[in-house]
């Protein structure tokens, strides 16, 4: 099958070599973004037939999640072959008319690529249980004998992200990391064998004219070989924090590799970038951003931020200053495919990320969360940086609480012994038109994959584009000016004094953003009108709480 020559973004799109530090950006979670075939799965005929939508939305880019053959074991984050597509979601061909078909539309695609691990049954982990102990397969991913008198004790005491250990015995008696699900076993970066075929997949996809990739856990690929105990529960794994040297996260070796990933990006005409799902404590972060690796990288702090101003104001601080040094711009993001979808966290007391996978619901005042969520989106998108849109956000979608336990796909609730619920619940399939599920979602009416709530009706894109107050045309409209408006297009940024439990900033040309979390009406600048604002605004003039407002002069 020949490659045809990559379809060139409109030149004024192509020009821009640096699009990336300030692009709005897109995530597509393929499985539940729009079902073309009508099998109740999202797939990339549905992904082409809404491009235009996405176009008009008024982003740059488009990130797709997994879209590989997997056997789905975590929602494609486990992955058998990186150089095709999983016949639920189309074909290779397919992917390829998207590619070209996005890049008429101004819109970059930026894809996933999993290097910690594969699926068990990806051809080299099948090829490494055949091969047997100590043979060059099985050096491709990390082996160990057992310990105790027969080995019949785990190499160490590592626990998995999603539950029980990190280590599975194979029939011969050896054992194998995964980090993650048993079916995910890790890849030995230590193996040049593997760090010269994730630079070939990289290849493949960038000649098929792809723009980027985000790095699935990019700070987790090398070990230390000496694979020491940890001495940690559970669940104190995730992310390694406040612990130096850490054996499996954050390893000073990780640089090597993304300095040679760089130079592939580099060596294309058009630029090709990467974003990192790095978490690392902030002053390592830069590390990862030099020059000579990675572009960006995603902003776990401020997702997880309360809507405190004072907490807020600090991790923007740190987040621009501490990336500046490096010459990197900051990102930043609300919700993603991992976390609860921010109109239902912002409906609660602790308005912060609370326990990744918790166990049971809180209650959400979503009037609430929605009015904090539109001040949100209002206060993100005006910070200079690039800034990400996971689906759905832009329709005010809430997180999903009361899928039947027996619909549940995560494996965290099969691997907690179905005490954790997962992360179902925000990657439940988008409602398009109609009053009924699946709204819209398939062609042919099917069920979708995992249950769409009753009262989605009123959240759909069409019931969205009919009212000219909803969450769907306050994202179009931030968006347009986040393009159009010089001051939203540089670098500049400054804070300036506001009330207690306020935030001011200005950007260029004299555009201020200011933003209410207290619970009482704040004044606004003097001197500046209402350019765009979240919410209705107060009768005499002033700031309602939870209310953010983009101002100019005059």
Excluded at 38 to 47: F, H, N, P, S, V
Excluded at 509 to 523: T, Y
């Amino acid at each position: 099958m020949s490659n045809p020559t990559p379809t060139a973004l409109p030149a004024e799109a192509a020009a821009d070599a640096d699009w990336w530090r300030r692009a709005a950006i897109y995530q597509v979670y393929i499985r539940s973004f729009a079902d073309g075939d009508g099998d109740g799965t999202g797939d990339i005929a549905g992904l082409r037939s809404r491009l235009q939508y996405l176009a008009y939305l008024g982003v740059d880019a488009i990130w797709i999640n997994p879209w590989y053959p997997s056997p789905l074991a975590d929602g494609g984050y486990d992955v058998s072959d990186y150089r095709d597509i999983h016949p639920a979601y189309g074909t290779l061909d397919e992917a390829k008319q998207l590619i070209m078909e996005a890049h008429e539309l101004g819109l970059r695609v930026i894809l996933d690529i999993v290097p910690n691990h594969t699926s068990d049954q990806h051809a080299w982990f099948q090829q490494a249980l055949a091969a047997g102990p100590g043979s060059p397969e099985r050096n491709r991913f990390i082996f160990r004998d057992g310990k105790g008198k027969d080995g019949s004790l785990p190499p160490n005491d590592w626990h998995a992200a999603f539950g029980g250990p990190a280590w599975t015995r194979t029939p011969d008696g050896q054992w194998y990391l995964h980090l993650f699900a048993p079916e995910q076993p890790d890849l030995n970066w230590d193996n040049p064998e593997v760090r010269a075929e994730f630079e070939s997949i990289l290849r493949f996809w960038f000649d098929l004219g792809v723009d980027g990739f985000r790095i699935d856990v990019a700070h987790g690929m090398v070990k230390d070989p000496a694979l020491p105990d940890l001495g940690l529960t559970e669940f104190s794994v995730l992310t390694g924090e406040g612990q130096q040297d850490h054996p499996h996260w954050d390893r000073d070796g990780l640089h090597d590799i993304f300095r040679s990933w760089r130079a592939i990006a580099d060596s294309y005409p058009d630029p090709r970038v990467f974003v990192a799902e790095a978490h690392v404590r902030p002053c390592r972060m830069p590390e990862y951003l030099r020059p000579d690796q990675l572009h960006t990288a995603f902003n776990f702090d401020f997702l997880k931020c309360p809507l405190d101003a004072g907490a807020l104001r600090e991790v923007i601080d740190r987040s621009i200053t501490s990336l500046a040094a490096v010459g990197a711009p900051a990102t930043w993001v609300l919700s993603n495919h991992d976390e609860t979808r921010h109109v239902t966290r912002y409906g609660r007391a602790d308005t912060g990320v609370q326990a990744l996978f918790r166990d049971r619901p809180i209650p959400t005042d979503l009037v609430l969360g929605t009015r904090r969520a539109r001040a949100a989106a209002l206060l993100m998108l005006a910070l200079p940086g690039g800034a990400y849109v996971y689906q759905g956000e832009e329709l005010g979608l809430y997180e999903v609480e009361d899928i039947p336990e027996e619909l549940l796909q995560d494996p965290i609730w099969e691997r907690s012994g179905h005490t954790l619920r997962g992360r179902d619940g925000c990657r439940v399939p988008l409602p398009w038109t109609g009053d009924t599920p699946p709204f819209g979602f398939s062609t042919s009416g099917a069920a979708p994959w995992l249950p769409q709530p009753e009262d989605w009706k009123s959240y759909t894109a069409e019931a969205n584009q009919a009212d000219p107050a909803s969450m769907l045309q306050l994202y179009r409209a931030a968006l347009r000016l986040r393009r159009t408006e010089p001051g939203l297009r540089g670098e500049e940024f400054r804070w300036l004094d506001s009330p207690d439990g306020t935030l001011l900033f200005e950007r260029g040309n004299g555009l201020l953003c200011a933003v209410n979390l207290s619970d009482q009406p704040a004044p606004l600048p003097t001197g500046h009108s209402p350019l765009l604002v979240s919410g209705p605004m107060d009768g005499d003039g002033l700031l309602p709480p939870d209310t953010t407002a983009w101002l100019h002069r005059g």
